[in-house]
């Protein structure tokens, strides 16, 4: 059974820091792209930010420069460094892991999700 053990949310103030961590088994930290994706409350599950196993990150627009999404070899671990929170980051954050080649096909896991509040 995959496992992604997602830590690190919390409340803080508009302005403000959060490091989001995403721990997995050694096998998919090898394989698989991670990254992460919110979801607001009444909208739809969105892509924020992913990295694959050669390290390339993405980004989506609204939290370039703000986000920074990193692999930890040592601890098999996903690290997402959010600054400049604003309240619109508000959501419950999934860590997301992927894997896709044309005689496999496609794998994908989702974390349980972590609470992220940005607000005065």
């Known amino acids: 059974q995959v496992q992604l053990v997602e830590s690190g949310g919390g409340s803080v103030q508009p302005g403000g820091s959060l490091r989001l961590s995403c721990a997995t088994s050694?096998?998919?930290?090898?394989?698989?792209?991670i990254g992460w994706y919110r979801q607001a409350p009444g909208k739809q599950r969105e892509f924020v930010a992913d990295?694959?196993?050669?390290?390339?990150?993405a980004y989506e627009d609204s939290v370039k420069g703000r986000f920074t999404i990193s692999r930890d070899d040592a601890k098999s671990t996903v690290n997402l460094q959010m600054n400049s929170l604003k309240p619109e980051d508000t959501a419950v954050y999934y860590c997301?892991?992927?894997?896709?080649?044309?005689?496999?096909?496609?794998?994908?896991?989702w974390g349980q999700g972590t609470q992220v509040t940005v607000s005065t």
């Open positions: 990295i694959s196993t050669i390290n390339a990150a």
């Open positions: 050694r096998s998919i930290f090898r394989l698989y792209r």
């Open positions: 997301n892991a992927v894997y896709a080649d044309v005689v496999s096909g496609r794998d994908e896991h």
